[in-house]
């Protein structure tokens, strides 16, 4: 918590950027202070495929999980990539909770 307000990182893939901006919306005026990517590769930001962003975002992004209460998941369809199943995994395994945009259809989330 930061004063009054719960901090939540937004995690999922960046092809659901549109997903995202409403997930994003909904917990702003829910109170909450939202962390989320700062790129969308999936979706029009094509300088995080440059030599070494990607690893950098993907390190970042753990660091804006530590900084968090909790994560929130945007898993559209049920759709969990690699790096976002890693940013679960590291939530996880540092005690973070973790909610998502849709109820994981299976154990392995695809």
């Keep these: 918590m930061v004063g009054n307000y719960e901090v939540v990182t937004l995690c ?7 997903e995202f901006l409403k997930v994003q919306k909904i917990l702003t005026l829910q ?3 939202v962390i989320s990517v700062g790129l ?3 979706s029009d930001d094509n300088e995080v495929w440059d030599e070494g962003k990607k690893e950098m975002l993907d390190d970042m992004h753990k660091r804006k999980i530590d900084m968090a209460d909790y994560i929130f998941v945007i898993n ?4 969990i990539g690699e790096s976002t199943r890693s940013e679960i ?9 973790v909610y998502y945009l849709e109820t ?3 154990a392995n989330g695809e």
């Design 76 to 79: 559209k369809d049920n759709y």
């Design 40 to 42: 969308f590769g999936h």
């Design 31 to 33: 109170g909450k202070i």
């Design 12 to 18: 999922g893939s960046t092809k659901f950027k549109n």
């Design 104 to 106: 994981p259809c299976c």
């Design 89 to 97: 995994e590291y939530a996880e395994n540092t005690g973070k909770p």
